[in-house]
């Protein structure tokens, strides 16, 4: 696997008469790629991570509205079937984004602007990869956390796009990966792709983040992102909050990578992000085995709210937003779409 590009990673495809998508759930060991049927095989892809990253999610429900409308002339359960799809999981914002956008296209070009979702986002990436990797030092080592690769956007990746985009620069990057509990997306997925892209990394207990910090002389902080307000506060996997805390006691630039389909625009802070809440499960056993007393009350939200002044910059295919957020972000919603042409 170590000589395999990133990129060579299709997380999520049209297949015919389904969606194809890799099961996420079960790398690094095996690579299995399944194939949704039906609205609820989508639907379930999504809500249990077999599917996930925020701009992947996107496209895979774009996707998945396509087959929908494929699959029913009936227009009340096609758009029951669209509702559910959009409700998968509320916290992200681009499968709305998405799901939205399709519905917007003509019945009969619901596949072609899935495709051309699916065509943009490599392109957004491309383009948020070159703006970020010039971010970062020649020489540097550089901390990440949960997954932002290829198998998150359904391109080349956003925050981990930007790190191995620097890499084949001929920038010296060593990645640190917070292994991001309680999925272990960080030490499952990222270590995977970085290796499989050529990229030093070092995989860390999330609890190890403010030391390494210090320790190894982090020069920056780059991560995903879920869903941006127009205040620059930004959810993302949890324990990003915590980052980004040490991170400005340490003087460490944090960097959010996202595109703007990932931005909010009717939102104007964070205290109006819906946090997704996980199964108790999945904090109170590893894998198979318990690991906690079966009845221990258990908090477990996904996602946790980091406040725009907290974050350094922000990087999308538009180029690289500065606070003040409250002027930056809005503006974002004036501009056309960036290439699409190329996309297409």
């Known amino acids: 696997m170590s000589h395999l590009p990133a990129a060579a990673f299709e997380a999520v495809w049209w297949d015919g008469d389904a969606v194809g998508y890799i099961d996420q759930r079960g790398l690094p060991h095996d690579i299995i790629r399944k194939r949704a049927h039906g609205v609820d095989e989508i639907v379930e892809a999504i809500a249990t991570l077999a599917v996930r990253g925020a701009p992947c999610i996107g496209i895979f429900g774009a996707y998945g509205v396509a087959l929908a409308r494929a699959s029913t002339d009936d227009d ?173 006691h340490h003087r460490i630039p944090f960097y959010v990578a996202a595109p703007r389909s990932t931005i909010d625009f009717a939102l104007t802070g964070g205290d109006g992000i819906v946090i997704e809440q996980r199964a108790a499960e999945e904090v109170r056993a590893f894998g198979e085995q318990a690991t906690a007393p079966r009845d221990v009350d258990v908090y477990n939200p996904a996602f946790d709210v980091t406040p725009g002044h907290l974050i350094t910059a922000i990087v999308t295919e538009y180029g690289v937003l500065r606070p003040p957020y409250q002027e930056a972000i809005p503006d974002l919603a004036l501009r056309p779409r960036l290439l699409l042409e190329f996309a297409r």
């Open 76 to 248: 009340s359960a096609f758009a029951s079937a669209a509702a559910r799809i959009r409700a998968a999981r509320p916290t992200a914002v681009n499968l709305a984004w998405a799901v939205d956008r399709v519905l917007a296209a003509a019945q009969s070009e619901h596949l072609s602007e899935a495709r051309a979702i699916h065509a943009e986002q490599r392109a957004v990436d491309r383009a948020i990869a070159e703006f970020g990797a010039a971010l970062l030092p020649d020489r540097c080592d550089v901390l990440t956390h949960c997954n932002t690769g290829p198998l998150a956007t359904g391109g080349d990746g956003t925050a981990l796009g930007v790190i191995i985009a620097a890499h084949r620069l001929g920038k010296r990057v060593h990645a640190y990966v917070d292994e991001t509990r309680p999925l272990l997306q960080g030490a499952r997925l990222t270590t995977f792709e970085l290796a499989a892209a050529g990229v030093p990394a070092t995989l860390i207990a999330d609890a190890a983040a403010a030391a390494t910090m210090r320790e190894k002389k982090i020069a920056a902080i780059i991560v995903g992102a879920d869903r941006i307000a127009t205040n620059g506060d930004t959810a993302n996997k949890i324990g990003t909050y915590q980052l980004a805390i040490a991170a400005a």
